[in-house]
């Protein structure tokens, strides 16, 4: 049985998907009826709830995947397609440490927080108070968090860490930071950076290059579904191909 406040996704006969905290005081109103949350408790994860009018929901254990999707949000998250590679590239796992900048709404600290464990570390940076708050509140409600330490802070004034095994820069302008971003990472690290366009990716070209950096390589990832249907198997009619550039590189001692 799932326990108190912990989160859970309900997905409908149609396939709408809640990620809800359990709650068994409350309900949850649905266009299939009415579902008590103590009914979702009882049947546990793997097994089915049924609402007044009798309509079943799955109750699943949500994934990583689940979670990142389910941020409660005010800016553009980072998306599980470029968040998966992100964690590869940077070494993402057990024991290491990273920076992040900025924090947003918290989808790639939450992964992070997630594959780095017990004995790993992120320390988040994040300048606007409002999404400082909003990551901190967003780990929190994914039981997520004890391994991330957050700044709200101008990474304009520099890290206060050293030699750490990663950087990750999500911030509009990071080629005004790879001084900051060089001082603060070991020999070696890998750094990521996501951009939206072009013009922007050029100019943090231009600073890697004359910089400290090397191995820079720049990517972007599409992701194209299917429809599920075995006797007519076919693309999804809609697509969301680019969500931003990913640039990563590694400092030169």
């Given at each position: 049985m799932p326990s108190p406040g912990r989160l859970v996704l309900l997905v409908s006969p149609k396939g709408k998907r809640y990620l809800r905290p359990l709650d068994p005081e409350r309900t949850l109103q649905t266009n299939e009826g009415i579902l008590k949350m103590s009914d979702v408790a009882e049947a546990g994860f793997g097994r089915i709830a049924y609402t007044h009018l009798g309509q079943p929901y799955q109750v699943i254990k949500p994934s990583l995947y689940d979670l990142v999707k389910g941020v409660k949000r005010q800016t553009q998250i980072i998306y599980p397609k470029e968040i998966g590679y992100i964690l590869l590239k940077l070494g993402i796992g057990p024991g290491a440490s990273v920076i992040e900048a900025g924090s947003g709404s918290g989808s790639l600290t939450l992964a992070m927080s997630f594959m780095l464990g017990e004995t790993g570390k992120v320390y988040t940076y994040e300048r606007?108070?409002?999404?400082?708050?909003?990551?901190?509140?967003?780990?929190?409600?994914?039981?997520?968090?004890?391994?991330?330490?957050?700044?709200?802070?101008?990474?304009?004034?520099?890290?206060?860490?050293?030699?750490?095994?990663?950087?990750?820069?999500?911030?509009?302008?990071?080629?005004?930071?790879?001084?900051?971003?060089?001082?603060?990472?070991?020999?070696?690290?890998?750094?990521?950076?996501?951009?939206?366009?072009?013009?922007?990716?050029?100019?943090?070209?231009?600073?890697?290059?004359?910089?400290?950096?090397?191995?820079?390589?720049?990517?972007?990832?599409?992701?194209?579904?299917?429809?599920?249907?075995?006797?007519?198997?076919?693309?999804?009619?809609r697509m969301v191909a680019h969500t931003g550039f990913l640039i990563f590189a590694r400092q030169r001692d």
């Open positions: 606007r108070p409002e999404f400082f708050e909003l990551c901190r509140k967003n780990l929190e409600r994914a039981g997520l968090g004890r391994n991330v330490e957050h700044f709200n802070a101008d990474i304009a004034d520099g890290f206060l860490q050293e030699n750490v095994d990663a950087l990750f820069l999500d911030v509009r302008t990071p080629w005004e930071y790879l001084d900051q971003a060089a001082k603060a990472v070991a020999p070696g690290a890998p750094l990521g950076f996501l951009l939206p366009t072009v013009n922007q990716v050029s100019e943090l070209l231009a600073g890697l290059e004359a910089g400290p950096f090397a191995d820079t390589e720049v990517l972007e990832i599409l992701l194209r579904r299917y429809k599920p249907m075995p006797e007519r198997l076919r693309p999804e009619d």
